[in-house]
């Protein structure tokens, strides 16, 4: 079966500071997406970042980049320079058969 | 390019009634997929339609249906609802020019059974 773990339910950092959280998986797949979604106290679900399994560069968006270890099987994102605006729910999800399977979510609180 | 839309926002239910959600998909989507998130199970996929045909489906009871139009619009129906039904429904849409293809969301519909 594919699971996707996330160990750290809940972070702080401060303003400014970088971040990591947390990703690791498992699947037989060889196939298949990563993703960090992000969701704020609104509730709406909102993609940043991407990784294609079978690209050995790691994605970076803007201040987001990840960490993508396939034989470890490992997927982290990095948040640089946190902005007040970061505070959300992230979840790592794992998508194979264009069926997303997610973890249970860091929740992550930038401190000014 | 307007977004993945979900109504309605809310809505309030007795037990053992039915309920519809209807979802919007971003505009030349094609792919509508469903998710239930609650606080004790997370988020857990329902479903996924490709061209109006159910591709793939979720551990969910039968209660749990769902159908899409040509105009890849999705709804999904819950029947003889349950406490347990409680939750966030979230609807993503994708191009699936393939069978991987990113997952764009709605904003979801809370639904509260009394």
């Known amino acids: 079966a594919q699971t996707v773990t996330q160990s750290q339910p809940e972070m702080s950092v401060q303003e400014a500071e970088t971040v990591t959280l947390s990703c690791t998986y498992d699947t037989s797949e060889n196939n298949y997406y990563l993703f960090w979604y992000k969701q704020p106290p609104s509730r709406q679900m909102i993609l940043v970042i991407r990784?294609?399994?079978?690209?050995?560069q790691n994605a970076t968006e803007n201040r987001f980049s990840v960490n993508f270890q396939k034989a470890a099987k490992s997927f982290s994102l990095k948040i640089s320079d946190s902005q007040l605006g970061d505070t959300a729910m992230y979840f790592c999800a794992f998508m194979a058969e264009n069926k997303l399977i997610f973890g249970t979510g860091t929740l992550l609180a930038v401190q000014p | 390019k307007a977004g993945v839309t979900q109504t309605p926002r809310y809505l309030i239910k007795t037990r053992g009634q039915q309920v519809t959600l209807s979802c919007s998909p971003i505009s030349g989507h094609r792919s509508v997929s469903w998710y239930q998130q609650t606080p004790g199970q997370g988020l857990q996929f329902l479903f996924e339609y490709f061209s109006e045909t159910q591709r793939n489906k979720g551990n969910f009871p039968g209660r749990f249906s769902g159908r899409q139009f040509s105009n890849s619009r999705s709804e999904m129906n819950v029947s003889t609802l349950e406490l347990g039904d409680s939750a966030l429904y979230l609807c993503?849409?994708?191009?699936?020019?393939?069978?991987?293809?990113?997952?764009?969301f709605g904003p979801g519909t809370r639904l509260t059974v009394l």
């Open positions: 990784q294609e399994a079978y690209k050995q």
């Open positions: 993503a849409s994708s191009l699936d020019t393939r069978t991987l293809g990113t997952q764009y």
